[in-house]
């Protein structure tokens, strides 16, 4: 089981470029979230999915966009990266089983220029 | 969800217990107690969870006040690798998109 991986670990965009982060689970988990990290804070959530075909937003959902066309993969998409989306975005997943727990992939830490 | 208040920073020495402790004043009488830990710029890794009772896991044990205002996590002899930030989290657990991390407590382990 390698649990929760994300792609690519590290990033340098320059202001107006997009990219796309891949999260992949291997756990079957119905839910499945996208957080952002900026130093010395917690994590804020930017979207999440209750399930396959299913996207809603977050805390902080401006300026991204988020896809779940497979059960196991949940995309998030910066269409015009800005410096202010400079940070470490971390994907999560969680079971349907009354319970919150949520576990981790290792991150993405993005810089823009 | 309820909102959490953790001290910023805490030291405890290797080999002692760390005894982390959360408020939770405004709990409802359905919101679990969560606690999670970051170890520098990885994921954040759960750690343990309940509702009323007392529990213990390989990791850690987690002591809920009896009105549930409130709950310490105890690390029973902690080690260099348990420094890290330890986030206290109240959740309904039926999806973690209420989920609210906030600055959580800095442990730091010293030798």
């Known amino acids: 089981n390698a649990g929760v991986t994300q792609t690519p670990k590290f990033r340098v965009l320059k202001t107006g470029q997009s990219m796309t982060l891949l999260c992949a689970q291997d756990m079957n988990h119905e839910y499945m979230y996208w957080y952002r990290q900026d130093p010395g804070m917690g994590l804020r959530l930017i979207h999440y999915?209750?399930?396959?075909?299913?996207?809603a937003k977050g805390e902080v959902p401006d300026g991204y966009n988020v896809s779940r066309l497979k059960k196991q993969n949940f995309l998030l998409g910066l269409e015009s990266a800005a410096p202010s989306q400079t940070s470490v975005y971390f994907c999560?997943?969680?079971?349907?089983?009354?319970?919150?727990?949520?576990?981790f992939g290792p991150g993405t830490r993005l810089t823009v220029l | 969800d309820a909102k959490t208040t953790q001290p910023p920073s805490m030291d405890c020495a290797e080999g002692r217990a760390a005894n982390l402790p959360c408020n939770h004043s405004?709990?409802?009488?359905?919101?679990?107690v969560y606690w999670y830990r970051q170890i520098h710029s990885q994921g954040p890794q759960y750690i343990i969870h309940g509702l009323k009772n007392n529990e213990t896991n390989e990791m850690a044990s987690l002591i809920i006040t009896e009105d549930r205002k409130s709950s310490t996590l105890i690390l029973p002899h902690a080690t260099l690798r348990d420094t890290a930030v330890y986030y206290c989290?109240?959740?309904?657990?039926?999806?973690?998109?209420?989920?609210?991390f906030g600055a959580g407590t800095r442990l730091f382990v010293k030798a």
């Open positions: 999915s209750v399930g396959e075909g299913t996207t």
């Open positions: 999560a997943s969680s079971s349907l089983a009354g319970t919150d727990t949520q576990y």
């Open positions: 989290i109240v959740s309904l657990g039926t999806g973690g998109f209420k989920t609210i």
């Open positions: 405004t709990i409802s009488g359905n919101e679990y």
